[in-house]
C-alpha cells in the first residue's frame, strides 16, 4: 500500500509541473519537500525477494495429444480435450541489478539490469479425463447397419520450473527529498525447465442396428477392442529454455547515507508460452545498493 500511496503522490507532482522547457515541464512544485537529492549516476547492489508462480497447464497436453491422434478420424473431437489445468507456488530468490540514472530538477529517468535466481520455482499438475464416448467421428463411414463408438481416455502430467531470469527495464522516479518513488517497465528474459507427459487409452466397439417387423430399432453391441496405435504413452521436455516475457512494477528507494541506499518493489513478470505452459511470476523484492 505504502508503495501505491508513493506512486499516485509522484503522478500528482509531475501534473502540477511547470510548462517551460523539458526539464521545467518535469520538475515537481510541491513547496513542502526536502532539498532535492541527486540521483544521478551509475548505481548497483543486490536483493533479496518473495517469489509467487502461476502455471497455466491447460493446454500443455494439447501437442502431444494431436500428435497421438494426427490422420484419425479422433483428430478433431481429441484435439481441444483439456486434462490439466492451473498451479501455483512460491518461494525465495535472491540476485542483484546495475543501472544508470539521468535526473532533471525532480525527475529521474534511468535503465536499469536485474538478475533474480528463483531457486528452482516449480510447479507441477496432474489429471485424468474420460472415458469419453465419441460415436462416428466425422470421416468415420462405417457399413450400413453399423455404428461405431469409440472411447478416449487421458491421464496426463506437466511440470515448469523457472530457474533464474534477468529483467531490462526502463525507470521513471521522482526525487523527493530522501525518497525517490518509481514506476518501471521493459523486457525479461528466463530460463525455463518443461516436461509434460500423457497416456491415451483408446478403444473402439462396433455395435450393429436393426429393425424388428414392428419397426422398432434395435442395437446390438459388439465386442470392446483396444485401438493398439492410439493406446501409448508419450512424454516431451525442454531445459534450460530461454524464453522471453514483459515486466513491470512499482517501487520505492530511500538514500540511507551519501551514495548508500535502500529499495522497495514488487514487480509482475509474465513469458510466452513454452510447450503450450504459460508462467507468470510476482515478486516483492527488497535491496541495498550504491550510487558511483
Not at 464416448?133 to 453399423?146: K, M, Q, R, Y
Not at 493406446?231 to 516475457?245: D, I, K
Amino acid at each position: 500500500m505504502r508503495v501505491v500511496l508513493l506512486a499516485m503522490a509522484m503522478l500528482g507532482m509531475i501534473v502540477q509541473a511547470h510548462a517551460a522547457d523539458m526539464p521545467d515541464f518535469l520538475r515537481g512544485s510541491f513547496s513542502g519537500a526536502a532539498p532535492t537529492v541527486n540521483w544521478s549516476g551509475w548505481y548497483a547492489g543486490g536483493t533479496v525477494a518473495y517469489n509467487s508462480s502461476a502455471q497455466d497447464f491447460s493446454g500443455s497436453l494439447s501437442g502431444l495429444t494431436n500428435f497421438i491422434y494426427r490422420d484419425t478420424t479422433l483428430e478433431g473431437p481429441t484435439s481441444s480435450l483439456t486434462a490439466l489445468g492451473k498451479a501455483t507456488t512460491q518461494g525465495t530468490g535472491f540476485g542483484g541489478f546495475i543501472g544508470r540514472n539521468w535526473q532533471w530538477e525532480d525527475v529521474v529517468l534511468g535503465i536499469e539490469a536485474n538478475y533474480n535466481y528463483m531457486s528452482r520455482l516449480s510447479a507441477y499438475s496432474s489429471s485424468s479425463l474420460g472415458p469419453l464416448l465419441i460415436t462416428n467421428p466425422p470421416g468415420e463411414n462405417p457399413p450400413a447397419g453399423t455404428s461405431d463408438t469409440y472411447s478416449v481416455k487421458l491421464v496426463g502430467s506437466a511440470v515448469a520450473t523457472l530457474q533464474d531470469m534477468i529483467t531490462f527495464r526502463g525507470r521513471a522516479g521522482y526525487a523527493w527529498g530522501d525518497i525517490m518513488p518509481y514506476m518501471f517497465g521493459g523486457l525479461a528474459v528466463g530460463r525455463m525447465d518443461v516436461e509434460r507427459s500423457v497416456t491415451t487409452t483408446t478403444t473402439k466397439r462396433v455395435d450393429t442396428i436393426t429393425t424388428d417387423a414392428f419397426g422398432n430399432t434395435i442395437t446390438t453391441f459388439g465386442p470392446t477392442l483396444t485401438v493398439p496405435s492410439l493406446t501409448t504413452t508419450m512424454s516431451q521436455g525442454r531445459t534450460n529454455n530461454f524464453v522471453a516475457g514483459w515486466t513491470a512494477g512499482l517501487g520505492f528507494e530511500f538514500r540511507i547515507w551519501q551514495g548508500l541506499f535502500a529499495r522497495a518493489e514488487y514487480e509482475h513478470v509474465g513469458f510466452s508460452p513454452v510447450e503450450n505452459v504459460r508462467v507468470t511470476v510476482d515478486t516483492a523484492r527488497a535491496g541495498l545498493g550504491y550510487r558511483f
